[in-house]
Structure formats: structure tokens, C-alpha cells
């Protein structure tokens, strides 16, 4: 059995014991007139206990004795070779045990107990000899489980947070929201003042600073350059794909079949050196980082080429009768902005935005020449532009991801007050999607010129649409188109798009 | 809440003696809870409420929401004066 470095606390937490104190209690009275004493190695030995009759003192004297000394130290020389309990004779008359302290192999002590008038069964002493062995034993557990608490816990701490920073970064599909997470992350785990998330890009030179976090300066960043680290760190990280480490600085590459950028930490918070569990956990979450920042980026590619594909479907629409089914830009980026000013959730938006782009799908089935009349319409071109909707829900609905977008669709044309067409349904009956669509929509057709009258201008437009609110509008719905147009950056879009 | 608030609940010294003791750590209130051993949902509403005044930092949302201690030098030392004092 391999040593405890704890082995004068074995001892000491056996002898004062509250088991052990009873016990000797019990003894005491069975050997009248005995004297106890320990020792943890044998050589120097202490007082235990005395009998009733004499006081701690008493004892402490006579271990000074030098010849009682002497007995005990032999006897305890000769119960570590035996590895049994020894008696002798201590005196005339008086005798005297040495019970030695061990688990398996390993002596943790010794138990003298001496001067006593009466010489003990050897079945009292087989007892008390199991006695302390079992107590040892559940002392030396004790001792192990806080052993194990003390070197586990902070593992198994570090464990969890690994898992839960693994968590996090894969709980988004953003990369925008994802590297700032990542580095928030860094800064967090790693206790540093700065971390920088760098990614290549094959277009531009490498090591553009995607996401950085932290309090300091920023005067190794060359900004005139759109955010070049100006590190050695970094240039070897991201050409030899290893990780460096100097007492400041640690710099981890992202690796996916080959290096895609690097994690770089600089300056612990508590003025630390760097480590190599440090650079463990950095490796790890690096890992992490890489797969998340892989499939962030897949997920991008898939939602343009969607994106694309429906701008296609869009264009064919748009070539079958030029100039008539032509979505505007800053059309779909009034109806998004209205949808997050709402504060819709991302899966909303995004069925609201292919929405916007294929709303009037269905005008591909009205006759030619409608869409470009001159003269007022009539009521049988009223009823064909009616069924407009279900047009253009039969032609869009075999797409599975335009799932979401189909009753946007449908009942974009839908009033608030329930005048609307193809079901005139009324209030939160039409879905929300629908009635931003129709505000964004009637704003959309005011603005611009139409082959049977002149376009408005932007004030008078919104004017009219303020007009309308509570009857054709849903209220809330123009509350965000008001604030949305009130932004600088829609007012710029509109003046450019329109 | 300010700090000397925060100190008075018994669970909230707890989860700060925790982060005090594993600064790096970033846990799920879940996962915090096993290691105070407290219950889940106090020890949520707690981990809130040290989180709105400024001791610790949430991560993440919804089911993937964490709290992790904060880096704020000032912040730090301050409550550990202030949780000596408590103790």
C-alpha cells in the first residue's frame, strides 16, 4: 500500500476520536492504575491518557522516565517487525502492551498501554486490537473521500463548464451572435483581460479580427487595414496550425480540414502566467468553436442559396410581364424591419422575408394586359385579382420551406377591420406575418407609379396609412411602421429603391 | 439589488462563495445547483437576481443559459470584503 502523506493525521484524528475515547474509558476501568501513551513513530512518545486516580500529568512524568522511555521504544521497534500487539513487563508486577496502528502493510502508530496492575486477556486484546483496525479503516475512508472531493470536484467543475460553453456555441447558427459569444466565453473561462476571434478569409489577406472582447487598448489592431492583428502569434498559428503559449499570451488555431482562424487570449486578469491546462482547455474549445463556426457557415450557404431561389422564382414571375412583378429591395427591408421591431422570433422572419419576396406570385395567372390597364378596372377584373392569393399559395406551396410563409401569404391582402379579401377575416384572426405584409404592401403600391395614376410622395404615403389605423391597419402594425420609418438607414434605402 | 441585499440570502452566498472559489467555471443553473447543493429553481431565481446586480454574467438563453462569475476587478473585490464581513 502506496504511503499517506497524511499519515501524522491518521493518527492524530484516531486518538481523538470520539470511539477511541470511549473506549480507552472502558479499558481504563478494566486495567486500574494504567497508564496510556502514543506515539506516531515510535520514538517520541506522548501521553494518552492516565487512570482515574492520576492525572495527565503523572504520565507525562513518568514517560520522561528514561528507562520506561527506553521499554517503550524497544517494544515498539519489536511490534513493527512482529506487525502484532506486544506485551511486557514494566515494573514488579506491572505489565505493559504495545498495540501497534496499522492498515494492511502500513504502521500509522503505536498505543502503549503500561503500569498496569492486571495483565489483559489475550481475547480483550485480540477485541481492542480489531477495534482500532476497523476504526482506522473508517478514518483512512474519511481521509480518502476528502482526498477524492478535493481532487475531483475542480475536475469535474471544469468538466461541466467545457460542456456548457459546448452548449452555448452550438446553441446559434449565427455567426454574428456566435463569435462574440465565443470570445465573451474566452474571457470568462480563461479569467483575461482581451480575446480576439480571428478567421481567415481566401479573398482578403489572412487574420481579420471577426469578434474581440475585453477591456484595453486596441493599438496592436491596424483598423486602416478592415482589422489585421499585427501579431507573430498569430501568423504562425494560423500558417503552422499549432498552438502558442508564452506567460501573456495564448493563441489556439480553429481547425477544420485546415486552419480557419485562430482564438488568441491575451493577459490574465490576476497577472498569472499561462498554463498547460490553460492551453488544454483552449485546445478544447477551439474544437468546439471550429464545428460551430463550420456549421454557422453551412448554414449561411443554405439560407442563400434558398434565398436565391426564391429571388429566382421571383425573376421568372418578373419575365413573363416585365416590370410588373418586380419586388423591390427596400419593400422587403421595411417588411423585415417592421418584423423585428415587433420582435419576432428569427423563424417568423425569416417566412415573412420569403413572403415579401413572393407574395403577388400568383399575378402570373391574370390576363395580359391587366397588371398594365390604363382604365379603370372592372368588376370581373376586380374577382380575378381577388383570387390573386390562392394563385399564388397553389404555385408556392410545393416548396417545403415556404411552409411557413403560405398563410402570409394567403391573407396578405386581409384588413384589420375584416374588408379585406380572400377570407375577410378580421383582428389577430390575420396572421401578423400578413398584416405588416399589407402595410408594407399599400405603402409600397402608393409610393410608386402605376400605369392608371401618378405615385405619391413618402409623407403624404405614410400619412395615408396613418390614416387607416385600426380600420384597414392594425394599430401595433403601424406603431412599428411609424418607428421604422423614422430610421435613417430605411429613409436612404427608400430614396435609392423607390 | 445592491450588493449588501444580494449577501443577505443564505443561497446567494453560497452560489458567490462557489464562483469565488472556481472563477472560470460557467455552469447551467442546474449544474450550479448540484454543487451548492440547493434546488434548481431557487437557486435560478437567485442566480437572476446576482446576475441583474452585475456579479455575475449570463451566457447564452432559454435552456442553454449559463451564469459565470464576473470579470469586474471592483466588483470582485468588493464583495469579497463584503462577504468576510457577513461570515
Request: charged fraction near 30%.
Amino acid at each position: 500500500m502506496r504511503p499517506l502523506e497524511h499519515q501524522k493525521d491518521l493518527y492524530k484524528k484516531l486518538v481523538a476520536s470520539d470511539a477511541f475515547r470511549r473506549e480507552t474509558g472502558v479499558l481504563k476501568d478494566a486495567l486500574p492504575r494504567s497508564v496510556w501513551y502514543g506515539s506516531e513513530n515510535g520514538k517520541r512518545i506522548s501521553a494518552l491518557a492516565c487512570c482515574r486516580r492520576r492525572r495527565p500529568a503523572c504520565a507525562k512524568r513518568l514517560a520522561k522516565r528514561s528507562s520506561c522511555e527506553r521499554i517503550l521504544r524497544r517494544m515498539a521497534n519489536k511490534a513493527k517487525n512482529l506487525k502484532r500487539p506486544v506485551r511486557f513487563e514494566c515494573g514488579k508486577r506491572k505489565f505493559g502492551i504495545c498495540l501497534p496502528i496499522r492498515h494492511g502493510a502500513m504502521i500509522y502508530g503505536y498505543i502503549f498501554i503500561c503500569n498496569s496492575e492486571t495483565r489483559m486477556p489475550d481475547s480483550a486484546l485480540s477485541l481492542f486490537a480489531d477495534f482500532i483496525a476497523a476504526l482506522m479503516r473508517e478514518i483512512q475512508k474519511e481521509f480518502e473521500l476528502a482526498k477524492l472531493y478535493k481532487t475531483i470536484r475542480p475536475r469535474a467543475i471544469a468538466l461541466s463548464t467545457i460542456h456548457t460553453t459546448h452548449r452555448i456555441i452550438n446553441s446559434t447558427l449565427n455567426l454574428d451572435e456566435l463569435l462574440p459569444k465565443l470570445a465573451m466565453l474566452c474571457l470568462q473561462v480563461f479569467r483575461v483581460k482581451k480575446c480576439y476571434i480571428i478567421l481567415k478569409n481566401v479573398r482578403k489577406r489572412p487574420a481579420i479580427i471577426k469578434a474581440v472582447k475585453g477591456n484595453g487598448n486596441n493599438k496592436n489592431i491596424n483598423r486602416a487595414n478592415g482589422g489585421f492583428i499585427k501579431s507573430p502569434d498569430i501568423k504562425k498559428v494560423l500558417s503552422g496550425g499549432r498552438t502558442i503559449m508564452t506567460r501573456t499570451r495564448l493563441c489556439a488555431p480553429l481547425t477544420d480540414d485546415g486552419v480557419i482562424g485562430a482564438i488568441y487570449i491575451t493577459g490574465k486578469v490576476d497577472k498569472a502566467p499561462f498554463d498547460i491546462f490553460d492551453k488544454e482547455i483552449l485546445a478544447t474549445l477551439s474544437e468546439q468553436a471550429a464545428i460551430a463556426i463550420k456549421n454557422a457557415k453551412l448554414y449561411k450557404e443554405q439560407e442563400d442559396i434558398t434565398i436565391g431561389s426564391i429571388k429566382s422564382i421571383a425573376a421568372i414571375l418578373n419575365a413573363r410581364t416585365p416590370g410588373t412583378y418586380r419586388v423591390r429591395e427596400a419593400f422587403i427591408k421595411i417588411v423585415l424591419a417592421m418584423g423585428e421591431n415587433m420582435k419576432l422570433k428569427p423563424e417568423d422572419l425569416r417566412n415573412l422575408h420569403f413572403a415579401a419576396i413572393l407574395h403577388d406570385a400568383g399575378q402570373i395567372g391574370f390576363p395580359e394586359g391587366l397588371l398594365t390597364k390604363k382604365k379603370r378596372l372592372t368588376g370581373k377584373d376586380y374577382s380575378i385579382i381577388k383570387r390573386h392569393p390562392f394563385k399564388s399559395v397553389s404555385i408556392v406551396r410545393h416548396v417545403n420551406f415556404l411552409a411557413g410563409a403560405l398563410p402570409i401569404i394567403l391573407h396578405h391582402h386581409e384588413n384589420f377591420d375584416g374588408t379585406g379579401y380572400p377570407g375577410g377575416l378580421k383582428g389577430r384572426e390575420i396572421p401578423l406575418g400578413s398584416r405588416i405584409m399589407a402595410v408594407a404592401s399599400a405603402f409600397n403600391a402608393m409610393v410608386r407609379k402605376r400605369p392608371y395614376r401618378q405615385k405619391t410622395d413618402i409623407k403624404n404615403a405614410v400619412a395615408e396609412i396613418k390614416k387607416n389605423s385600426g380600420g384597414q391597419f392594425d394599430p401595433r402594425v403601424i406603431k412599428a411602421f411609424l418607428e421604422v420609418m423614422s430610421n435613417g438607414g430605411i429613409k436612404k434605402t427608400l430614396k435609392k429603391g423607390l | 439589488m445592491r450588493m449588501d441585499e444580494c449577501l443577505r440570502a443564505d443561497i446567494n452566498r453560497k452560489i458567490i462563495r462557489f464562483f469565488l472559489e472556481n472563477p472560470s467555471s460557467v455552469d447551467t443553473a442546474r449544474g450550479i445547483a448540484t454543487w451548492i447543493n440547493e434546488r434548481p429553481v431557487k437557486t435560478k431565481k437567485a442566480l437572476e437576481n446576482l446576475a441583474k446586480a452585475k456579479i455575475l454574467t449570463p451566457h447564452g438563453s432559454g435552456s442553454t443559459s449559463a451564469y459565470g462569475c464576473t470579470t469586474d476587478f471592483y466588483i470582485i473585490s468588493g464583495i469579497k470584503a463584503r462577504l468576510e464581513k457577513f461570515e
